[in-house]
């Protein structure tokens, strides 16, 4: 019986068309089970040129916005300090971006977790040299409440830009299952690799999409290696949440070439409105089903 021709539940039947279609029924099984999954390159219809535009982009978006020069992330060494801040909120600093966060394969792994209507709340780069600093273990999904449950309200899905081949490429670390636990680690938790829990560290090679529920814990190592780790990293939501950033200044001719962002931004949602609703937004998640 193919469940998904029944029509019962259009918001998911179109997902599991789509998981079939493009051939990530594994994925998005590890998702709810492990609570994330790398997507390779190939699965996400991507191909070399791509990833090296993506990586290109934030590489000379960071470039400008600090006035310093990167060059080839192989070789290149940079000033932690400086290439870590100023680092969000990259959406329409170039349409690489905008391709990357539109991936239909991406999208489809993200909607199965936050709903049709789930929104872009925000996205930064991650450009990381070789260095003694990590990122203790921690949920994307701060705010939610103890006692909601395991449905995800927040997702990460990250290109990895650079190969993530083991631990001295300084990558993600994640606790498989942990968003079960419907908490953030504890401070005597949250040491990366000394942590009561089983650690796992990403791998994948560039052009690869990470995508994790956000309450799965998670935190970085060291890198150990020469060049530099580069990641484009989105934090997505449900629809009713409080995105990280406003989009509201979305320039019109991306809209008009990207007709799905406003969607994807949240532009369309009736709320919240001030003496009136605005006649241009009128979505509003009317129902009960997760997928919607
Ligand atoms: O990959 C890393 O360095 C961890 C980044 C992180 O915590 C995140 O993107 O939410
Ligand atoms: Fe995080």
Redesign the pocket.
């Known amino acids: 019986m193919d469940i998904s021709a029944q029509g019962a539940l259009p918001h998911l039947d179109t997902l599991m068309k789509d998981f079939e279609r493009y051939d990530v029924t594994q994925h998005a099984l590890e998702l709810d089970t492990y609570g994330f999954t790398v997507v390779p390159p190939e699965k996400l219809g991507v191909d070399d040129a791509f990833v090296e535009r993506l990586r290109n982009a934030l590489i000379s978006t960071a470039e400008r916005r600090h006035g310093v020069e990167i060059g080839d992330p192989s070789t290149a060494g940079i000033d932690e300090k400086v290439v870590g801040r100023n680092a969000w909120r990259l959406l329409f600093e170039d349409d690489a971006f905008v391709e990357a966060s539109l991936n239909p394969v991406g999208l489809s792994l993200i909607r199965f977790l936050l709903g049709q209507s789930a929104v872009l709340s925000g996205n930064l780069w991650?450009i990381?040299p070789r260095t003694e600093s990590y990122?203790k273990l921690?949920s994307?999904a701060p705010g939610i409440t103890l006692g909601a449950g395991t449905i995800a309200h927040v997702v990460?899905a990250?290109w990895l830009c650079t190969d993530y081949n083991d631990v001295d490429d300084?990558?993600?670390v994640l606790v498989p299952g942990s968003f079960r636990f419907g908490r953030k680690p504890l401070p005597h938790e949250s040491e990366p690799l000394d942590t009561p829990f089983p650690v796992v560290p990403?791998q994948g090679k560039a052009g690869s999409l990470a995508i994790w529920h956000g309450g799965t814990w998670?935190?970085?190592v060291p890198r150990k290696r020469d060049g530099l780790r580069v990641?484009y990293?989105q934090?997505w939501m449900r629809s009713y949440m409080k995105q990280i950033h406003h989009w509201d200044d979305a320039p019109a001719e991306l809209i008009k070439r990207h007709p799905e962002l406003p969607h994807i931004l949240g532009l369309d949602s009736m709320y919240p409105w001030r003496e009136q609703p605005d006649p241009d937004r009128t979505f509003v998640l009317q129902s009960i089903d997760p997928y919607a």
């Open positions: 991650i990381k990122l921690h994307d990460n990250s300084g990558p993600t990403l998670h935190g970085s990641t990293v934090n």
